[in-house]
């Protein structure tokens, strides 16, 4: 294959955008697609929005496939990395005006996907485990969103959002492969959550401090996927996005630029509301202190404290101030 062929079979690479949810996953998929090269396609795996793109349905959070249960996952991926909409599926999941929106957004994406031979650009934090299979065996480009341990759970908190670490346990291949040494820690935690003793903090603090393990370990086994840090976002949108836009063969455009500006400016509100937290449109540098008025100092050390050895990897100590 020549050079020329590798880089169209490059820039046809379908997109995974992945990491812990509050990490701006949402943000960073729609701004990949402003070009308009990438077809949007929001959490397959997510296990309570319809649950039309898997069959049979994810039933866990953070669902992991790997070779030994690739069978019966690996249908319905093919059929979203081709364009096919599951139509009749859909129709059957419909309860509201909401959901008849929501199928006709995704019907139109799919269709001009297929139709002008787009990119498929999956956003979902829900795929984290299982980037690796996606990379392996149906070719995606990786994108993973990295966000300071403060600013996640302080996210986390003010929306009161559970973690459910019983959908990881629940799983006995992702314990077997990937979670297994934390395992004693998740337990633990969740008894003392169970008995008072640990709170919100606590939980998501273990729950990012083990997902950015993994993702340590991801930056040496697949040196090629783009880590990408928020904060790094937050503070020079339009030097971030070309950048990651020239890593995935992307091509940056005036367009691309124009909406990278307008959804980071400091016309925009400075937190996204409780109602409508997957807003794109935000301050971003404002953004970047929210934490400060959502943490009390014990907590901040908390956090710290649970999430240190792993921050280290990511952050500085000048970073916690």
Avoid at 87 to 102: E, F, G, M, P, V
């Amino acid at each position: 294959m020549s050079n020329a062929d590798e880089t169209v079979t490059k820039n046809k690479a379908p997109i995974l955008v992945t990491g812990a949810e509050r990490t701006g996953t949402t943000w960073v998929g729609h701004m990949l697609t402003a070009s308009g090269e990438a077809a949007y396609i929001s959490e397959t795996f997510n296990v309570f929005d319809r649950r039309i793109w898997m069959y049979p349905a994810v039933q866990r959070w953070c669902t992991y496939i790997c070779h030994e249960n690739e069978g019966q996952y690996l249908p319905a991926m093919q059929n979203i990395q081709r364009f096919r909409y599951p139509l009749w599926t859909a129709a059957r999941s419909i309860h509201s005006r909401k959901d008849i929106r929501d199928i006709f957004f995704d019907w139109a994406e799919f269709f001009r996907g297929r139709l002008f031979h787009k990119r498929l650009l999956m956003k979902d934090p829900s795929a984290i485990f299982s980037a690796p299979w996606l990379t392996k065996h149906l070719g995606f480009d990786v994108v993973v969103t990295i966000r300071h341990p403060l600013a996640f759970v302080s996210s986390r908190k003010r929306l009161n959002w559970p973690i459910r670490f019983n959908d990881w346990l629940d799983q006995p291949l992702l314990v077997q492969d990937v979670i297994g040494p934390y395992y004693d820690e998740i337990k633990r935690v969740q008894q003392d959550a169970q008995s008072g003793k640990a709170d919100v903090i606590d939980l998501a603090s273990m729950y990012w401090r083990i997902i950015y393990q993994v993702v340590a370990r991801y930056r040496e086994q697949y040196p090629q996927f783009v880590f990408v840090r928020h904060e790094d976002l937050s503070l020079q949108p339009v030097r971030g996005y070309r950048e990651m836009y020239a890593r995935l063969g992307l091509t940056f455009t005036c367009r691309s630029e124009k909406e990278i500006v307008e959804s980071s400016g400091a016309k925009n509100p400075k937190e996204v509301s409780k109602q409508r937290p997957y807003a794109i449109r935000l301050d971003s540098r404002t953004n970047l202190d929210n934490w400060r008025q959502r943490l009390s100092a014990d907590e901040i050390r908390r956090i710290r404290n649970l999430t240190e050895d792993v921050a280290a990897l990511y952050y500085s100590d000048m970073e916690w101030e």
